[in-house]
């Protein structure tokens, strides 16, 4: 679905990404992880088209990002806007509305004839037919972010992208936007791309992970592959703890205090 090779950006002469061969399956979905500065939003925004590569390139289905029309970019590809983008003063029922524009022709009308019925139902299912004339403004931040998800959902992409979701939700909201995006997935079929500060929750929901440190790859693979104590140490300098999930058996990253880390420096063994 996406494949980069020797993908590279460089801002004034200084690397932000560097090299980057991966190939992203149809239908999967890939969490892309990595310390402040590692290169995951410009990773994300070379995807997105909204930057062009310093080198390598970029294939969707095969075809280069470039050889794209803008309108059909976008009816390939969804970004789910960042909350400080989105158009605060208009009615929440017509930012799903505008994630149509790809789809209308000159006169301004849709290529589908039941986009009404396709908005109304993304609205029932992001619990929003209570909102649809409030403005985005008079929202909270988890109501707004399904907003942002309902406009992305009318866009009808193949492939989602998302920088950071979930970074200004609280618990319920965060998992309540990870499901909404699971079970769309599994509806739609989509392939998912996201960057994903909570570790915890990547290894939940991703099937891939991609780290990126300071704009090169440190490996890619499943999530047991990638959240080892090892790995997590040496890219974000810190002494985890990795758990199970009780439930679900994914690798959760537990932190350990100082005092933790200072034990096991100077060699003794610790108790939990
Ligand atoms: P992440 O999203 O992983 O925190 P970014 O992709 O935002 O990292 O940034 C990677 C590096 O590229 C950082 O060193 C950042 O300062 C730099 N960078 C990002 N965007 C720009 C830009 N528009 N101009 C100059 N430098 C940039
Ligand atoms: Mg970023």
Known sequence: MIETRGLGKAYDGVSALRGLDWTVGEGEWWG???PNGSGKSTLMRLLSGVERPSSGTIRIRGRHVEDYGRKELSRMMAVLQQEGIMPVH???????????HPYLNWLGQDMREDVGALIDGIMEKLELQGLADRHLDELSGGQRQRVALGQVMAQEPQILLLDE???????HYQQQFMELVAEWRK??????????HDLNLAALYCDKLLVLRDGRAVSMGTPEEM???ERIRSVYDVEPVIVAHPVYGAPQVLLSKAALKRNKEEGNEWVF
């Open 187 to 196: 509806e739609a079929g989509i392939t998912v791309v996201a960057v994903l």
């Open 32 to 34: 892309i992880i990595g």
């Open 165 to 171: 979701p979930t970074t200004f939700l609280d618990i």
């Open 227 to 229: 959240l080892t104590s």
């Open 90 to 100: 208009y009615p929440v029922r017509e930012v799903l509305e505008m994630g149509r």
